[in-house]
């Protein structure tokens, strides 16, 4: 993994490439009133020119 910073449109253009390579994802939580962390399986959906990312 790179540890260059990007900015602007060369690091969407980046991260789109990334997520392009990934199906699946895991969000994890961990609540502040529980002893365990909450995982939740996603897949992304798309990602815009802006960068955003659609689950």
């Known amino acids: 993994m ?3 910073n990007l900015y602007n ?3 969407i253009e ?3 490439k990334i997520i392009d390579q990934t ?3 895991i969000l ?3 609540p502040r009133d529980s002893d365990y962390i909450h995982a939740v399986p ?3 959906q798309e990602v815009d ?3 955003n ?3």
């Open 2 to 4: 790179s540890t260059e």
């Open 9 to 11: 449109q060369e690091a």
């Open 14 to 16: 980046k991260l789109k």
């Open 23 to 25: 199906d699946i994802g």
């Open 28 to 30: 994890t939580t961990y």
């Open 42 to 44: 996603m897949s992304r």
């Open 49 to 51: 020119e802006e960068g």
């Open 53 to 55: 990312i659609y689950l």
